[in-house]
């Protein structure tokens, strides 16, 4: 393979078969094409390990390999966000008024109920008052009756054959039934804080230890959430467990991108996510068989147990490794992977792997500081937060829409996988600017729609739902590829880490936003409907990143084409009227 690099450029100033500059329109075309050589010679410095991922294969036996086991760890990752729906299940229930029994022992639970607890307007018994304990004989009570009223005092009571719940447990009724969503709010701010410190920490110490570390958190804590004895304990396990998904999801992403070639990052990443729809049919059949909020939290957590011989065969990113000076790491992999790949990167291409001395270490403040940074971060930011707010509002309202919660469950899942699998072919044909902008407007759309759906129509309500999880599930997809994309290598995960805290707040908010129902039932759908216009409409400003190499360097204003297709423009550029300038001039060829 015959490389440029600065030293044949100059070289070329040399040559003395260069073409006549004496004519005038062989002049002009000249000068276009020493533009060519420039332009090639930076392409070629910044995407440098593109050129060893084409000598491995694009998507390869190892890369495929590398894929599944990133994948594995995501068929839990519905468990933890979305299966407490399944805990705090509405079930019948009504004040403790045992009260009573101390001086009526021989009361029917009928009597009992009938003497200390009023009823409503359609005669059934309250759920959240009863009559006041009084110091009177069972006779005197039965005559007259009791009439003040006040709030449970001494817990509730459920239907004996009701299996454990945490909404039985731990009482999440009446005045305590808002901590439901508050608890899944914690889950999110979980997220976020997973956001804010594994995204910047696996830029710093690597993404292998960083996503082993949050597979082991997600472990021993969700385990250890079947065994808490106090609802605030519970919290604060779940915001462990969410800190460690966000490290999982995000230094997942950046294995799944750095180890594949241009044309494979899409195939990479959302064959990952379908793992996660695939995780969510999974949840519906699991929390439909297993009723017991324990066991089931056992059994969404326990298998990752089985996944510990990552810490043998999970590698380290070797672009990543290039950019922080680890050459001979770096090499090791990449020899690892094309002896799995059943091919030979040529040893001359391998003394050509050296330490990226121009490429400095990116910081947070980086993404703001330069102006081209600064928009991508701050609209990327507007697309995860809009995807991450419809995407949860609908997830988690999966109870109100009027059918069997497991079957729409199920139905969830089900569409999810047709969505993630659509990406690789909307991202293909239409790009990723178009294809990001249009699902957020459709699910956006569908959520307003809602809106406007009778309350006695659930199965019109369910059926927009889903299309509207459908393209919300697309859009959340794309953003993942998009951002990989358009982030530089020095602060990839960084910038991802940073769209995720924004997708987490927005994960944060939306059980909030849910409260508001209570005042209308539109307000909730219309505010989750909202975000995501605007997030599409701001996407039309972004660059398009399809058929471009990965960036490394954050001072690169936008991503380039790729190597290849750069040549490809330059013959076609170059060779005109019969005359080929390029043989002239200099010679980039490229060879697998």
């Keep these: 393979m015959l490389r440029v690099t600065p030293q044949t450029k100059l070289s070329l100033a040399h040559d003395t078969h260069k073409p006549d500059l004496s004519m005038p329109a062989l002049k002009g075309r000249v000068k276009m094409q020493e533009h060519h050589i420039c332009l090639a010679i930076e392409v070629v410095t910044m995407t440098e390990f593109g050129d060893f991922i084409s ?106 054959a009701q299996p454990p719940s945490l909404l039985t447990e731990f009482d999440l009724v009446c005045d305590r039934k808002d901590l439901n969503d508050i608890s899944q709010s914690v889950y999110m701010v979980g997220l976020l804080l997973g ?43 779940r915001c462990v467990v969410g800190a460690s998904v966000s490290g999982i999801l995000i230094t997942a992403l950046a ?46 957590s326990a298998p990752m147990f089985a996944l510990f011989f990552y810490i043998w065969v999970l590698p380290e990113s070797a672009r990543w490794l290039v950019t922080k000076g680890r050459i001979e790491e770096a090499k090791k992999v990449l020899q690892k992977a094309a002896s799995i790949n059943k091919c030979t990167i040529p040893p001359g291409l391998l003394e050509q792997l050296k330490p990226e001395t121009q490429t400095k270490s990116g910081s947070t403040l980086d993404l703001f500081r330069k102006k081209h940074l600064r928009k991508v971060t701050l609209i990327m930011s507007c697309t995860w937060f809009a995807d991450s707010f419809v995407y949860y509002g609908l997830s988690l309202n999966v109870t109100s829409f009027g059918l069997d919660i497991y079957l729409t469950q199920f139905a969830f899942g089900a569409v999810e996988l047709p969505a993630r699998f659509c990406c690789i072919f909307l991202l293909q044909w239409f790009g990723r600017k178009k294809t990001q902008a249009a699902l957020l407007l459709l699910s956006g759309l569908m959520c307003l729609v809602i809106t406007g759906i009778p309350e006695d129509q659930p199965v019109a309500t369910t059926v927009l739902a889903i299309i509207g999880k459908f393209t919300a599930t697309a859009s959340f997809s794309t953003s993942y590829v998009y951002s990989a994309e358009l982030f530089p290598t020095v602060v990839r995960q960084t910038g991802t880490g940073l769209c995720s805290m924004s997708a987490r707040v927005a994960g944060i908010m939306a059980p909030l936003i849910r409260l508001l129902g209570q005042y209308h039932r539109a307000i909730p759908m219309a505010i989750f409907g909202s975000a995501p216009v605007v997030g599409g409409l701001l996407c039309i400003l972004l660059p398009e990143t399809r058929g471009t190499d990965l960036v490394d360097d954050s001072g690169v204003a936008a991503p380039q084409l790729s190597t290849r297709r750069l040549e490809i423009m330059s013959k076609r550029d170059t060779t005109e009227d019969g005359v080929d300038l390029e043989k002239d001039v200099y010679r980039c060829s490229e060879s697998k």
Excluded at 220 to 229: D, K
């Design 55 to 160: 000598a491995l294969g694009e998507f390869g036996l190892y890369q495929k390999l590398l894929v599944l086991f990133l994948s594995l760890p995501l068929l839990l990752s519905p468990f933890q966000m979305i299966g407490q729906v399944f805990m705090v299940v509405d079930v019948p229930h009504h004040c403790n008024t045992s009260w009573i029994r101390a001086i009526g022992p021989n009361l029917t639970e009928e009597e009992q109920l009938n003497l200390t607890l009023p009823r409503d307007a359609d005669g059934v018994y309250e759920q959240c008052s009863m009559y006041s304990p009084v110091d009177r004989d069972l006779g005197s009570i039965m005559a007259y009756g009791l009439n003040a009223t006040e709030k449970c005092s001494s817990g509730w009571v459920y239907p004996s």
């Design 195 to 237: 956001a804010m410190i594994f995204g910047p920490l696996s830029d710093r110490v690597g993404r292998r230890s960083i996503f082993l570390i949050s597979m082991l958190l997600q472990c021993l804590f969700g385990v250890g959430i079947a065994f808490v004895p106090h609802f605030y304990v519970y919290m604060a396990f």
């Design 255 to 300: 294995l799944a991108t750095e180890w594949v070639g241009v044309s494979s990052r899409p195939k990479a990443v959302l064959i990952s996510h379908c793992f996660i729809a695939i995780g969510q049919m999974l949840l519906a059949g699991l929390s439909y068989g297993i009723r017991n909020w324990r066991l089931l939290e056992i059994a969404g």
